[in-house]
């Protein structure tokens, strides 16, 4: 599913802090241990399980009534092959619907006029079988849809690989603290802290229209998500 990489940058840094000073029941002071901080990167591949197009009808008109009428009429054709083609209800929701005027504006001013209505509906289609894709794009373009706005691919397993990315960039941090600590002629000791600030992972790659409809049959080429982590990590020094 993944393959781990780890980011070459990776920002390190030995600090001797002296912390706040507490008392012991005896009454002696002591002072919290030096720490070693560091940063790890890391990174992880996962191939695409998942699509979502956007299919649009875009209809023009005299009238904004004539112009719905064909828009339904066309959009209820795509809904109705896509449920063929094995789309359920819950993978298929409106994303938008408008009707506006096409207006004629006089180079000599004056008062422009309406010359049309356009109408556009965008349905959001989810696909879980990556290899439906392109059959779904192309059923769809033949029953009235003229625009695919974008094709967005997503993995369902994303969340594992996040978590492998973290994983690795937590071994990263040791590493470099690692041989930090023995350049300072200590070792690394117990964490003492640390924190994650991985990016949320969103839909990739995404393709317009016009590379879609260049092909006969619409060829798909998911490749694959590159998802990352970074982790901060306090670890106490141990001197010799």
Same mark, same amino acid.
């Given at each position: 599913?993944?393959?781990?990489?780890?980011?070459?940058?990776?920002?390190?840094?030995?600090?001797?802090?002296?912390?706040?000073?507490?008392?012991?029941?005896?009454?002696?002071?002591?002072?919290?241990?030096?720490?070693?901080?560091?940063?790890?990167?890391?990174? $992880? +591949?996962?191939?695409?399980?998942?699509?979502?197009?956007?299919?649009?009808?875009?209809?023009?008109? !005299?009238? /904004? *009534? &004539? %112009?719905?009428?064909?828009?339904?009429?066309?959009?209820?054709?795509?809904?109705?092959?896509?449920?063929?083609?094995?789309?359920?209800?819950?993978?298929?929701?409106?994303?938008?619907?408008?009707?506006?005027?096409?207006?004629?504006?006089?180079?000599?001013?004056?008062?422009?006029?309406?010359?049309?209505?356009?109408?556009?509906?965008?349905?959001?289609?989810?696909?879980?079988?990556?290899?439906?894709?392109?059959?779904?794009?192309?059923?769809?373009?033949?029953?009235?849809?003229?625009?695919?706005?974008?094709?967005?691919?997503?993995?369902?397993?994303?969340?594992? $690989? +996040?978590?492998?990315?973290?994983?690795?960039?937590?071994?990263?941090?040791?590493?470099?603290?690692? !041989?930090? /600590? *023995? &350049? %300072?002629?200590?070792?690394?000791?117990?964490?003492?802290?640390?924190?994650?600030?991985?990016?949320?992972?969103?839909?990739?790659?995404?393709?317009?229209?016009?590379?879609?409809?260049?092909?006969?049959?619409?060829?798909?080429?998911?490749?694959?998500?590159?998802?990352?982590?970074?982790?901060?990590?306090?670890?106490?020094?141990?001197?010799?």
């Amino acid at each position: 599913m993944r393959n781990s990489m780890f980011a070459a940058a990776v920002i390190v840094a030995m600090t001797f802090v002296p912390g706040p000073v507490r008392l012991h029941a005896q009454g002696a002071p002591r002072q919290d241990p030096p720490r070693i901080i560091a940063t790890g990167t890391g990174e $992880a +591949r996962v191939s695409p399980d998942r699509a979502t197009i956007f299919v649009g009808v875009q209809s023009r008109a !005299a009238t /904004a *009534a &004539a %112009a719905g009428a064909d828009n339904a009429r066309r959009q209820k054709a795509i809904l109705d092959t896509l449920k063929a083609l094995g789309l359920t209800p819950d993978q298929l929701s409106t994303l938008n619907y408008n009707v506006s005027p096409e207006m004629q504006y006089n180079q000599n001013g004056g008062t422009p006029r309406v010359t049309g209505y356009v109408v556009t509906n965008t349905v959001r289609a989810e696909v879980r079988k990556i290899d439906d894709v392109g059959r779904l794009i192309d059923a769809a373009l033949g029953k009235g849809a003229n625009e695919i706005s974008s094709l967005q691919f997503y993995s369902s397993k994303a969340d594992s $690989a +996040r978590r492998a990315a973290m994983a690795d960039a937590v071994k990263n941090a040791r590493a470099d603290a690692e !041989a930090l /600590a *023995a &350049a %300072a002629g200590g070792s690394v000791g117990p964490i003492l802290e640390i924190s994650t600030s991985s990016s949320p992972v969103r839909p990739f790659n995404e393709m317009p229209m016009a590379k879609m409809a260049a092909a006969q049959s619409t060829p798909i080429e998911p490749g694959q998500q590159m998802i990352s982590a970074s982790v901060n990590v306090r670890f106490t020094f141990v001197p010799k």
